[in-house]
């Protein structure tokens, strides 16, 4: 029997309604709550056949870790995952390679260094999920990882984004570039600009945590690096700021 965790918020309930109805087991919901936001999910959640269980905010909050649960969370099924990097990217080849050469789509990457805080971590796979991003990367010892605060702040996306934790980061950098994938650092003090660069083939973008930015040995493992534009008084942007920034580009670039 496949074990059980739980999601909560609006978002990131309402997205495995939408993507994988029948492994939401039940759904906990704060009656006192009848705003139309509340009545348009429980009608989803009445469509989806969800088993819907009355709870108070109290029990929500115990159920959850917190009090950011919006009056929802759900107790669903863990969803089978791909379990490597190597196996996503042997099945990405091969679904690429079955389709017409003007259709095919390059592997794009995000690369997490030294993003330990899960509003951050969440924001980026928020962003992730929406350029497209095929998998997200990031160093067991200098990263968080996916927890209910991650799952809520990523509206869903904790839920459609791969992420990889990976025990050496430098030598799984290395592993990409045998599959012909450029590893692109930023870096506030890089010449190039990323509307300098070329990031319309197979591409891992680093970025690191606001302030530190990416550690020395990632950098030096980096094909080239980069920077954004900075014409204010603030030197740098949040880590998730940026990765949108870098990966819209990309995104733009490949339009």
């Known amino acids: 029997m496949s074990s059980s965790k739980v999601l909560f918020g609006f978002h990131a309930v309402g997205v495995r309604l939408k993507t994988a109805p029948k492994s939401v087991i039940e759904i906990y919901f704060d009656p006192s709550r009848r705003d139309a936001r509340m009545r348009q999910f429980l009608d989803k959640a009445n469509g989806a056949g969800a088993r819907l269980i009355e709870s108070d905010s109290a029990r929500l909050v115990k159920l959850c870790g917190g009090h950011g649960h919006q009056g929802v969370a759900a107790r669903v099924q863990e969803l089978a995952q791909v379990t490597s990097l190597d196996e996503l990217l042997e099945q990405l080849e091969a679904s690429q390679a079955e389709k017409p050469l003007a259709e095919r789509v390059a592997p794009l990457i995000l690369v997490l260094d030294g993003v330990t805080d899960p509003h951050n971590l969440g924001a980026c796979l928020r962003v992730a999920d929406g350029a497209g991003v095929h998998a997200v990367i990031a160093p067991k010892d200098h990263a968080a990882g996916i927890n209910a605060t991650v799952a809520k702040v990523a509206s869903g996306a904790a839920e459609t984004v791969p992420y990889f934790m990976v025990t050496n980061l430098a030598r799984t950098l290395n592993e990409l570039k045998e599959r012909n994938i450029w590893i692109i650092g930023t870096s506030d003090v890089a010449p190039k600009t990323l509307y300098q660069t070329d990031l319309k083939g197979p591409v891992a973008l680093v970025l690191g945590a606001e302030g530190d930015g990416i550690r020395q040995l990632t ?16 030197e740098s942007l949040n880590v998730s700021v940026a990765s949108g920034v870098c990966l819209y580009e990309a995104l733009r670039q490949r339009s």
């Open 219 to 234: 950098a030096k493992t980096c094909d080239e690096l980069i920077s954004i534009p900075m014409h204010g008084a603030v």
